[in-house]
């Protein structure tokens, strides 16, 4: 059984953005080395991010700061750590396996995430309890970059869950960012119009369920859409659902088609935990397996 690593913080922006810095400073080292190896003319690229830079610090000052203070606690500089958070920039990890299921029962929603692109998320991955203000949030994030990106739950009974899409992107706050902030919002509405309201380089699908709904909000850009569904299951992969979205899409696998049409054969109403486990963990389709590696269950 894997053990995930923990962490748990209450302050500012900047004491969570320092906990986060120190505990995983060896990772993001890591990786700030590894980019510097990788990317050509590496100091022209992080020139690139700089009015990514510009509209993430114009709409999110507060993830700034606590963006900056991961950074210095780290020992990377700012640019070099907003870069790793700045995908439409530079993004060579176009694997994507990741699955959605959610079901209402007597106690209410149950939401089932898999995180599992690849064998080696295990190790990328920790769990993060932080309390900023009046709100809590917890969940699975990555080591390397600002949390958001997999699946948290916060003290005001919203639920997020992450699925990659791929679109063009533009000029505006990356998609990082966006998952970020909904961490803080209080209801599916806050956080719709956070999205809506938000000039955004690209976008993420993010399945937010609060109470008896979800709000499943998929984004291409500087084109968003909305998707309500009360009281009933529910799943999403790594593509468009949406006709609209769908004209925006540069690709998908058939490993997210095959996932989607899997799981709507196995979502039902009134599921137990060990029964979304048995969803996410499915393999019956040996080529494209809804599981590949993890799982986490948030109640």
């Known amino acids: 059984m894997k053990k995930f690593d923990y962490l748990e913080i209450s302050g500012s922006y900047k004491d969570v953005g320092k906990a986060i810095g120190l505990k995983f400073k060896k990772e993001i080292q890591n990786r700030v ?3 510097q190896k990788e990317i050509s003319n590496y100091s022209e690229f992080l020139k690139r991010s700089e009015p990514y830079y510009k509209y ?5 000052p507060n993830l700034i700061d606590e963006l900056e203070a991961t950074a ?3 020992g990377v500089g700012i640019m070099d750590y907003f870069s790793i958070n700045n995908r439409e920039v530079y993004d060579q990890e176009q694997s994507e396996h990741c699955t959605v299921a959610v079901s209402f ?4 929603a ?5 995180e599992d692109w690849q064998s080696a998320s295990f190790n990328s991955l920790y769990f993060l309890k932080a309390t900023i203000g009046d709100t ?3 969940g699975l994030q990555y080591k390397v970059t600002i949390p958001g990106v997999a699946a948290t739950m916060n003290s005001w009974g919203l639920v997020q869950c992450i ?3 791929y679109q063009e992107t533009q000029i505006g706050v990356p998609k990082n960012f966006l998952a970020r902030a909904v961490l803080e919002t209080k209801t599916l509405d806050e956080a719709e119009s956070l999205l809506k309201n938000t000039e955004r380089a690209s976008g993420f699908n993010h399945v937010l369920v609060q109470g008896n709904e979800i709000r499943n909000i ?3 850009g500087d084109k968003l859409a909305v998707e309500k569904v009360v009281n009933r299951p529910y799943v999403h992969t790594n593509h468009y659902l949406s006709q609209e979205m769908k004209l925006l899409e540069k690709f998908h696998t058939k490993s997210s088609e095959a996932r989607y049409e899997r799981a709507k054969e196995l979502i039902e109403s009134n599921m137990t935990k060990s029964k979304m486990q048995k969803l996410l963990s499915d393999t019956e389709n040996e080529k494209y397996p809804i599981w590949f590696s993890a799982f986490v269950t948030l109640h």
């Open 33 to 35: 080395f590894d980019r």
């Open 56 to 60: 993430a610090k114009d709409f999110f």
């Open 72 to 74: 210095k606690a780290a």
């Open 105 to 108: 029962n007597g106690d209410g």
């Open 110 to 114: 149950l939401v089932g995430h898999d």
């Open 136 to 138: 809590t949030f917890f």
């Open 163 to 165: 699925n990659d899409l």
């Open 218 to 220: 998929e984004i291409a």
